[in-house]
T-cell receptor, first 113, second 111 residues
């Protein structure tokens, strides 16, 4: 089945450690996105990528990094520089360009202990 | 970042009732999307609107793209318990590559 997968579903990390969240899609979509969701709030854009080997900062990129070496993969690294990393992280993709409808993965809940 | 004004923030209704929620923006949008999110899951696309005045249905759900291009509403008819969740609107304008999300409407349905 086509879709977007994120792993792991739950992730725990000690303060001061970097952690990488996985996002894979087999929809043949060009554009991919990372969002952060905090309780009771909407989605805030962290990074997005419209083509392989290219990505742009979103509204809250500080403390995060990404790579886009393959069309189907867009991993997000939460670095120790991120002051408040505990949140629900959502990956999305869209077909041709950034203006197309976005489809979301199931999310990863990151908890920093 | 900019966010849409979505209302109401939460709704508590009885099964069988109709529901209405809306989003407004200070900017003109060329796309309006409505998503539903269950607890601990990613948002699922319900309806996509691409044209001012467009009215689109998906089962018991109906959404409209406001004629001013600055608002959209979502109606759910004859609500059922599985309608429980958070509903988000999202909009995109011509001069940006990014979706802007509303803050969500939390829907609770009581039997």
């Amino acid at each position: 089945d086509g879709g977007i997968t994120q792993s792991p579903k739950y992730l725990f990390r000690k303060e001061g450690q970097n952690v990488t969240l996985s996002c894979e899609q087999n929809l043949n979509h060009d554009a991919m996105y990372w969002y952060r969701q905090d309780p009771g709030q909407g989605l805030r854009l962290i990074y997005y990528s419209q083509i392989v080997n290219d990505f742009q900062k979103g509204d809250i990129a500080e403390g995060y990094s990404v790579s886009r070496e393959k069309k189907e993969s867009f991993p997000l690294t939460v670095t120790s520089a991120q002051k408040n990393p505990t949140a629900f992280y959502l990956c999305a993709s869209s077909k041709d360009r950034a203006r197309d409808t976005q489809y979301f993965g199931p999310g990863t809940r990151l908890t920093v202990l | 970042g900019q966010q849409l004004n979505q209302s109401p923030q939460s709704m508590f209704i009885q099964e069988g009732e109709d529901v209405s929620m809306n989003c407004t923006s200070s900017s003109i949008f060329n796309t309006w999307l409505w998503y539903k999110q269950d607890p601990g899951e990613g948002p699922v696309l319900l309806i996509a609107l691409y044209k001012a005045g467009e009215l689109t249905s998906n089962g018991r759900l109906t959404a409209q793209f406001g004629i001013t291009r600055k608002d959209s509403f979502l109606n759910i008819s004859a609500s059922i318990p599985s309608d429980v969740g958070i509903y988000f609107c999202a909009g995109q304008s011509y001069n940006t590559d990014k979706l802007i999300f509303g803050t969500g409407t939390r829907l609770q349905v009581f039997p």
